[in-house]
């Protein structure tokens, strides 16, 4: 209820990691973050988007 009366509602949000979910404060400038922390969820997404991009990228053998 706090959140709602001072405005910081659309800065609680819910991580975008499928296995995480938690809920977190956007501290960021730009209230654009994703994750509810970069150390862990985001830098798994990154790294699985990293190595999807590897794959498509190499020469395939043969």
């Given at each position: 209820m706090r959140a709602t009366a001072d405005g910081t509602?659309?800065?609680?949000?819910?991580?975008?990691?499928?296995?995480c979910r938690w809920v977190y404060y956007d501290r960021s400038p730009a209230g654009r973050s994703r994750w509810c922390t970069m150390a862990i969820c985001g830098s798994r997404a990154k790294m699985r988007t990293y190595r999807k991009s590897g794959r498509a990228a190499a020469p395939e053998a043969g």
């Open positions: 509602w659309p800065r609680l949000k819910a991580c975008a990691a499928d296995t």
